[in-house]
């Protein structure tokens, strides 16, 4: 099956922290970031976006995945911010990383695990030797509408994966699927903030999905937790994601190095590519990971990886996931609301 | 309408820094151009690729902007001499303007340049940050 040729990140250096955000909404900033734990979350710049962030992440996966640009047969940008409405995200990065013209490109959505679908379509079409290589991208600038809880953790940031079959760093074993209709969370065409079923994207939408990928995933490959060296989920906030977790056997040292929206937030389609390359900065030759996403909608995609011996002279070569995290700068709420396009301008 | 298609002719040198390296006298120019100025009609001009990292040669912090960047005043804009020779003018992103200094390195970075208000085009291309 194809693997993992590179992988590259990207997370906005702006910062702002919960107890920040309590203190405008008159919440207890304790109580919140015990109830999602979470303690700040990234905050892009007036002039970042998704394709800025996917072009970013692209170029430090291109890093890592040393091929000619021009082998590139597709581009999949997945996202729920894409910058235009009609127009696609893909063909900005398409460009960026020098790889147009002979290429097809699309954006996909599906709310958190657009990546993830990316990433699985450009498996599929290097398995059946359609392309040589393909390039997926999760990114997002989540929205979250003034004064409601996902205000809390809706972040920014980004992950990007070069697909291949050769010299890959990290050998996809399997891929499964779960997916069901399933309104928890969704945005109306002209909305500006999406609505979510408040407890209802627990267990019958985030953990439903979820853990029913996992498992599937285990009696697909014929393994369990104790199986895997790493584990990383979608992570809406730190809580669902440690339950999940604690749900599936897992223990705190196999998922504490994927879990990063308790000091980025929710990157929405960017936090399971994210959590995995976190894993990947780290790991070593024939290591396991269980990699689980979720999109609202609802569905998930699991992933069953096994690092291969080359992945130490490739992870040194673009900035890591700690390096993207420490490097950060504080805003306060008013300036926040500036960057987001909260305030009504003249 | 024309704004449309200037940013689509500036792709090329935005997004990638596509500049011009003149085979015969060594120069190297950004954006690219035709004709070396200095050798004439020997010169003999191929595409070049600069990598997007260099140091700032001067700047100029932007304190009475037009409406348009309003949002991100006080803002820094530099000239940046590249690596391969040639000097761009570009803005320093996610800094204070204080913290800037004549000769700090940079590097590129992929950033929204302008938009046509809410329903015009978008144009992205190189910005510049610090390495420090």
Redesign the interface.
Known sequence: MAGIVGYGVYVP??RIKVEEIARVWGDDPKAISRGLVVTEKSVP?????T??IS??AA?NAMKRAIIDPKKIGAVYVGSESH??AVKPTAT?VA??V?AAPELTAADMEFACKAGTAGMQACMGMVDSGMIEYGLAVGADTAQGAPGDALEYTASAGGAAYVIGNKDTIADIESTYSFTTDTPDFYRREGMPYPSHGGRFTGEPAYFKHVLSAAKGMFDKMGTNASDYDYAVFHQPNGKFYLKAAKKLGFNKEQVEYGLLTPVIGNTYSGATPLGLAAILDEAKAGDRILAVSYGSGAGSDAFSITVNDKIEEKQDLAPKVQDMIKNK?YVDYAVYA??KDKIK?A | MSDTVRAWRH?PQR??LMGSKCTQCGTVFFPQRIICPECRRKGQLEDL?LKGEGKIYTYSVITTPTDEF???APYVVAIIELEEGAKVTAQI??CDPEEVEIGDEVEM?????REEGDDGV?S?GF?FKLKK
Do not use: L
């Open positions: 250096s702006y710049a007036p002039d970042e976006d394709a800025t072009v970013e170029r910058p235009y900005i460009e960026a020098d700068r500036k960057f301008m | 792709i997004y990638n690729k309003k949002e991100i992103v996610d970075v992929f950033r929204r340049i978008i992205y910005k």
